[in-house]
C-alpha cells in the first residue's frame, strides 16, 4: 500500500503545484486490486484539491488501526454540512450549496464505496465546515500481510 500511495503522490506532485501535498504510510502490503483502489485514492485527492483553497495541504496516510489497514485523505477545505455526509456515497448525489464552478456527475464516490464494498472494507468520511474534511477507507486485516 504504501508504495502505491508513493507513485499518486509523485504523480499528484508533478501535475499540481497548487497544494501541497504530504504522504504519511506505514509499510503494509494488502490483497487488493492495485487499480481499484489507486481509483479510490485518486477521486479523494481529486475532491481534495477541488474543494480547498490554493496552496493548503492535503495529507495522504496509510496506517493499520482495529485490524484493518485505514487510508485516509484530509483537505483543508470548505467542509461538508452534516445532513449532506449522510448522503455523498449514494449514486448521483451532489451537494447543492456548493459552488457550481466545481464539476462532476455525483458518481466518483459513489464509484469509491462500490469498490471498497466489493473488497470487504469500509469507506466513510469526517468534516468540520470551514475547516475541512478527511476521507477515509479501510480494508480488513484478513486481506492484509503485514511485513
Same mark, same amino acid.
Request: hydrophobic share 40%; glycine share 8%.
Given at each position: 500500500?504504501?508504495?502505491?500511495?508513493?507513485?499518486?503522490?509523485?504523480?499528484?506532485?508533478?501535475?499540481?503545484?497548487?497544494? =501541497?501535498?504530504?504522504?504519511?504510510? %506505514?509499510?503494509?502490503?494488502?490483497?487488493?486490486?492495485?487499480?481499484?483502489? #489507486?481509483? &479510490?485514492?485518486?477521486?479523494?485527492?481529486?475532491?481534495?484539491?477541488?474543494?480547498?483553497?490554493?496552496?493548503?495541504?492535503?495529507?495522504?496516510?496509510?496506517?493499520?488501526?482495529?485490524?484493518?489497514?485505514?487510508?485516509?485523505?484530509?483537505? %483543508? #477545505?470548505?467542509?461538508?454540512?452534516?445532513?449532506?455526509? =449522510?448522503?455523498?456515497? %449514494?449514486?448521483?448525489?451532489?451537494?447543492?450549496?456548493?459552488?457550481?464552478? &466545481?464539476?462532476?456527475?455525483?458518481?466518483?464516490?459513489?464509484?469509491?464505496a462500490e469498490i471498497?464494498?466489493?473488497? =470487504?472494507?469500509?469507506?466513510?468520511?469526517?468534516? %468540520?465546515?470551514?475547516?475541512?474534511?478527511?476521507?477515509?477507507?479501510?480494508?480488513?486485516?484478513?486481506?492484509?500481510?503485514?511485513?
Amino acid at each position: 500500500m504504501s508504495l502505491l500511495l508513493q507513485e499518486i503522490d509523485e504523480e499528484f506532485n508533478v501535475v499540481l503545484n497548487s497544494h =501541497h501535498i504530504i504522504t504519511k504510510t %506505514e509499510e503494509i502490503f494488502i490483497n487488493a486490486d492495485r487499480e481499484k483502489i #489507486g481509483q &479510490v485514492i485518486n477521486n479523494f485527492i481529486s475532491n481534495a484539491v477541488k474543494y480547498s483553497p490554493i496552496g493548503s495541504t492535503i495529507e495522504i496516510s496509510c496506517t493499520i488501526s482495529n485490524g484493518a489497514a485505514v487510508v485516509a485523505v484530509r483537505d %483543508e #477545505g470548505i467542509g461538508i454540512m452534516p445532513d449532506d455526509q =449522510h448522503h455523498l456515497f %449514494e449514486r448521483y448525489y451532489r451537494v447543492m450549496n456548493q459552488p457550481q464552478t &466545481v464539476s462532476g456527475f455525483g458518481i466518483g464516490l459513489y464509484l469509491c464505496a462500490e469498490i471498497i464494498k466489493r473488497h =470487504h472494507g469500509r469507506i466513510w468520511l469526517e468534516s %468540520e465546515m470551514g475547516k475541512g474534511s478527511t476521507f477515509y477507507f479501510s480494508l480488513p486485516i484478513n486481506q492484509i500481510k503485514n511485513t
